[in-house]
């Protein structure tokens, strides 16, 4: 769906840090935690008041809001209060205490619900006695916040960068969905009277570094940080037969291109230089492909479409620039396996077993230190989902990141303690495979996370490299390889498990992203690396933002 078709983001004015939201007589109501207000916020225009203006101190801190019937209710320290949202005096009634602070509050006929992270439980209550109905664990690891609709209870969790959908019931996980900004803190459905739509709105609320003009000082170019605060509608479309949900998505122009620049003497002849093209998965589809600077033919290795650049003789006094530019459709996907879902699974084929669980890529899988962590990893474990998940959280917990000009093996990585995302990566490869785990290396960029910088060029740093793991009976489901290692010692968010983020842009499967071959025969990239042939040129252009079908 095209951007006309989009619901407006929603920039709530003087707001410092957006901490719960909720929709009341066509308008949003946000706390702003930081500074108190209690802010009144016309969607279409951004027009705010401050609806506290005499006792705006007294909000300060609070982590989420609800309403109902005129009245407020409100999360503050490890209290729920209501108050009347019309009264010029700040006269709170408290309801209930739970054992610490409280981080989300939701009001739905007779009951009031709270979520405690600190517990790791979300509270049902009874709105007129206060007594404790029942109570759910809360399923992400962050502050979590709440809206109820009918017989779904929402939750949004600022670490996990997930909002996930519950049965109010039974406080069961129906599906997940991944937010396309990350530390979401707060929620909320906004009723459209034109189509009758429920849309899920979300506030964000994050620092963000910019360039700062400071006269004072030379040169007066510097780095510095500005809070980000806002509230985005939230797309989402869950598939249950295939057990996944996607969001939020984004029209890309992706451009690959090599700038022949030889370090060294070199003679080719007959030369095809390929270069493998984006394929087409559940959360990424190529809508078109055109080359750059020299038109290319087209193979397909494996199933995977490659670009063939073809040259009579390349040397060092060459210079050529070639690639492909493609449009792409990128959205998150999170996807909705069970470990109930793993038992009884079939046998692994033999084909897979000879591909997937080999050492194929310098693994040291007959490593003493890589074997024995293989079996410590899983520890009895038998369950192919939860030995998966055993393995990365052991990973995480002996591995910090630390980004290097070369990728070691799993063996020194984790001797040493430190790795890239390729050294992550080779760790669990190494101990999936040698705990019968198929899996296989994926990847390769990341545009920049700038949604809203529509039609500006956006240069990544690096490449990346994830993993795919294979559940006979589900296929292959994606880990990445160390974002989700943001807490020392853990818990672990799992937004990245068997989830991808709309910002990764995912190159050819199981053969290599680029080779050269002279007189039919591969160059071997010890002897003449690409690297020391050729500069790449990587480039994004978000061009609009998509909500899936």
Known sequence: ????????????????????????????????????????????????????????????????????????????????????????????????????????????????????QKTSYLYVFDKKTSKEITRFRTPGIGMEKITIRDEEIWLCDDLEQTVYCLDRATGQILFSVLTPFHNPTGLDFYRDNITNEDVLYVSYSFSEPYVRDNPNVDPNFELSYRTSTFVHPLYFHYDNEKKYARSNGFLLEMTYVEELEPLDPFVLEQVEWQIALPVETDRQKLKHIEHIGIPFTEIVLDGQRVAVFKFDKLDQNTRHVFGWRAILEVWSIKYRITPRDCESLPELSPEYAERYL????????????????????????????????????????????????????????????????????????????????????????????????????????????????????????????????????????????????????????????????????????????????????????????????
Request: glycine letters at 6%; hydrophobic letters at 40%; a negative charge.
């Open 1 to 116: 769906m095209s951007s006309s078709n989009l619901f407006k983001t929603i920039r709530p004015i003087a707001a410092t840090f957006i901490g719960g939201i909720v929709f009341w007589d066509r308008y949003l109501l946000a706390i702003d935690s930081k500074s108190g207000y209690l802010l009144k916020v016309d969607p279409q225009t951004n027009d705010t008041i401050i609806l506290n203006y005499n006792h705006w101190d007294k909000y300060v801190g609070l982590t989420d809001i609800a309403i109902q019937e005129g009245v407020l209710w409100f999360a503050s320290g490890n209290s729920i209060y209501s108050h009347n949202i019309d009264q010029t005096h700040f006269e709170p009634f408290l309801f209930t205490n739970l054992p610490y602070q409280t981080s989300g509050v939701a009001v739905w006929e007779s009951t009031v619900y709270a979520t405690c």
């Open 358 to 549: 080999i050492d194929n890529d310098n693994l040291t899988m007959d490593s003493e230190l890589i074997q024995r962590a293989a079996i410590e990893s899983v520890r009895r474990e038998t369950n192919v989902l939860r030995k998966m998940q055993n393995i990365r959280n052991y990973v995480y917990d002996r591995l910090s990141y630390e980004i290097k000009p070369h990728i070691d093996t799993p063996e020194i990585a984790l001797r040493r303690g430190l790795g890239s995302c390729g050294e992550y990566l080779g760790v669990l490869l190494a101990l999936s495979r040698l705990n019968d785990i198929a899996c296989r290396t994926v990847g390769r960029y990341k545009c920049p996370q700038y949604p809203f910088l529509k039609g500006i060029q956006l240069k990544p740093q690096f490449n990346h490299v994830w993993m795919e793991f294979y559940i006979p009976g589900s296929g292959w489901l994606p880990i990445e390889s160390n974002p989700d290692d943001i807490v020392e010692g853990g818990p672990y968010p799992n937004r990245f498990f068997m989830g991808l983020a709309w910002y990764h842009a995912e190159m050819a499967k199981d053969i290599p992203f680029e080779r050269i071959f002279s007189k039919g025969s591969l160059v071997d990239k010890a002897v003449l690396s690409i690297g020391n042939l050729a500069i790449n040129h990587v480039n994004f252009t978000i061009l609009e933002e998509l909500r899936p079908d």
